[in-house]
């Protein structure tokens, strides 16, 4: 089967497009820290029995934060990949491309929240999302990288 440029591409970049409908979803208010913690807390309760609400808020707000990184990580590893595979250009220009839509993207998603009143627009929460980006690339470019050859003797 002849796999023709708009199939390769939509291939390469629908992941992109689905993961940043994950984050908007996630910037709704239905996944707000009160939302989510609620939910969460119920979970922990059942499975541990009595928790201790203070632990339980710094444990939620380590998650949430991992979250952030972790998701925006994805975001620039899944740009990284789509990008490498429709650019002839360097390496260079990948990562910098996969990291500006995630920066972009994560400061987006902040402006939003800062309209919805459950949420906060946080520069802080850019520049994690950014970090979250910045760290998974680096692991996505060594993964990535070629290999030198073997020499046999």
């Not at 939302?35 to 922990?44: D, E, R």
Request: charged share 15%.
């Amino acid at each position: 089967m002849v796999q023709t440029r708009n199939s390769f591409l939509v291939r390469k970049w629908l992941p992109v497009a689905l993961w940043i409908g994950v984050l908007v979803l996630e910037s709704t208010d239905m996944m707000s820290a009160q939302h989510t913690g609620t939910v969460l807390y119920a979970i922990c309760h059942v499975l541990f029995g009595a928790v201790d609400r203070a632990r339980f808020e710094i444990f939620h707000h380590i998650l949430r934060k991992s979250g952030h990184f972790l998701g925006y990580g994805t975001l620039a590893v899944l740009s990284f990949r789509a990008l490498r595979a429709t650019l002839a250009s360097g390496t260079a220009w990948v990562w910098g491309g996969a990291l500006l839509l995630t920066s972009s993207v994560a400061s987006l998603d902040e402006w939003h929240q800062s309209f919805i009143p459950s949420r906060t627009g946080s520069v802080r929460d850019v520049a994690l999302d950014t970090l979250g980006g910045v760290a998974l690339l680096l692991v996505a470019m060594l993964w990535t990288r070629k290999k030198p050859p073997v020499v046999t003797a």
